[in-house]
């Protein structure tokens, strides 16, 4: 079974300023994605950025972009010009790539990290 | 907004009421999803509906009983439910047809307190 470790329960970032948060994950699967989720106090689960990892390339999305190390099963998050909008729940989130039926694509989370950003 | 709506939002029931949570997706989507999120704890995945099949998590107890009528519609039956299985429960859609390319989309959730 995958399982997808947060160690960071909370997090803080001065506004403007640079953060990463770390996923790890465990899978004997080489087929497989992974995405990183925001929850506000809205609690509106928001999708934030995916990598197949197929891909060497790290995903990009405006300020948010990922370090994905295949080999030391890493999946961490940056988060550049952090901004009070940014502060929310992120929880990271593995898929398997496998077909096999329509419990294969069932999302396996990390118990998330709150992040605080700090006018 | 995802394009995936749930009602009610907020929910407090008795534990010998029946309710039922539902969930509406606009995306054209061909899978529905139930998890449930408590305090502390990952997101747990309740069900899994497609068009040809369900797939149950086997620890979910009977008092909750999921129906898809349709490819847009999921409920959620709650009777006779515990303290403990007061959570926020979300909904997810998917497009589960190109392998490997659909992202599941929630929607806001519904918070569900149980006396």
């Known amino acids: 079974a995958q399982t997808v470790t947060q160690s960071q329960p909370e997090m803080s970032v001065q506004e403007a300023e640079t953060v990463t948060l770390s996923c790890t994950y465990d899978t004997s699967e080489s087929d497989y994605y992974l995405f990183w989720y925001k929850q506000p106090p809205s609690r509106q689960m928001i999708l934030v950025i995916r990598?197949?990892?197929?891909?060497?390339q790290n995903a990009t999305e405006n300020r948010f972009s990922v370090n994905f190390q295949k080999a030391a099963k890493s999946f961490s998050l940056k988060i550049s010009d952090s901004q009070l909008g940014d502060a929310a729940m992120y929880f990271c989130a593995y898929r398997s790539g496998s077909w096999r039926g329509a419990g294969s694509y069932q999302l396996t989370f990390g118990k998330g990290t709150k992040l605080s950003v700090i006018p | 907004e995802t394009g995936v709506t749930q009602t009610p939002r907020h929910l407090v029931m008795g534990m010998t009421n029946k309710k039922s949570l539902k969930c509406e997706q606009h995306?054209?989507?061909?899978?529905m999803y139930w998890y449930k999120q408590s305090a502390k704890k990952p997101l747990e995945l309740m069900f899994v509906y497609s068009l040809e099949e369900r797939v149950e998590n086997n620890s979910v107890p009977s008092r909750f009983s999921p129906e898809c009528p349709n490819s847009s519609h999921l409920f959620l039956h709650l009777h006779t439910l515990q303290p403990e299985d007061s959570a926020l429960y979300l909904c997810a859609s998917s497009r589960n047809r190109d392998r490997g390319r659909e992202t599941q989309y929630f929607g806001p959730g519904t918070r569900l307190l149980v006396l």
């Open positions: 995306l054209g989507h061909n899978a």
């Open positions: 990598q197949e990892a197929y891909k060497q």
